[in-house]
């Protein structure tokens, strides 16, 4: 198994009080077989769930946990930018709270790291969501690969492996879901190396999502916009190189 020098992993978390503590625990059984050197955050965005005290028992247990707590909800884009900003050691991992992903399967996205790599990117080898959320996603991802020029096979999949130095250059202002578009465009816009690596999507067995209603689509799709102004046409992240 190869071994990196040192990872962060972080969760961002909202109301996932049942499914934290064993995405946690997983991720601290897994990080010794890929390091030596780890810690693990969790980003707390405003749950009003129990999220907080189960990750503060579990910061309590074990020294390797960090808490990142953020008083009022930030949106996922917020707890994003918390977690990069709070990692400290020379990969950042990171996936969502609610467990439809496996963190064990980090090991996999190691395996993928070479000296020219610096995204090893996840891919669903099939989504495990109801129908309607499988065809918007569909829509949603011929959507935004058309309107961005992306070249990946899954820009959503929350399941990525980044050397923390990428964020000397990039600079990420979204609060929303859109977080990740804004992230991958300008990853490869200025010249990042990726690598793709299928991962296994399991349902959610608790809570819903907080991406699939009717509000939240249009106020995204207003976002989408801004972001393709930004990126696309005027291409403000490339001015200052």
Partial sequence: MRKLDSISAFFPAYNDAATISSMVIATLLTLPKVTDDYEVIVVNDGS????????????????????????????????????????????????????????????????AVTEDCDVVNGFKIARSDPLHRI??????????????????????????????????????????????????????????RFKEVPVHHYHRAHGKSQFFNFPRLIKTAKQLMGLWWDLVVKKVHLKNL
Avoid at 57 to 85: C, D, M, T
Avoid at 146 to 167: A, E, K, Q, S
Wanted: with cysteine; glycine share 8%; charged share 25%.
């Fill in 48 to 111: 009003p769930d129990h999220t907080g005290e189960l990750i503060k028992e579990l910061a309590r247990v074990y020294p390797q946990v960090r808490i990142i707590a953020h008083a009022k909800n930030r949106g996922y884009g917020g707890a994003l930018r918390s977690g990069f900003a709070a990692a400290t050691k020379t990969w950042i991992f990171y996936t969502d709270g609610d467990a439809q992903y496996d963190p064990r399967e980090l090991t996999r996205l190691v395996e």
């Fill in 135 to 192: 065809l918007i996603g569909r829509l949603y991802h011929t959507i935004v690969r058309l309107l961005f020029g992306f070249r990946l096979r899954d820009v959503d999949c929350d399941y990525r492996l980044m050397r923390r130095t990428v964020f000397d250059k990039v600079n990420l202002t979204s609060t929303s879901g859109t977080i990740c578009l804004e992230m991958v465009k300008k990853l490869q816009d200025l010249g990042f």
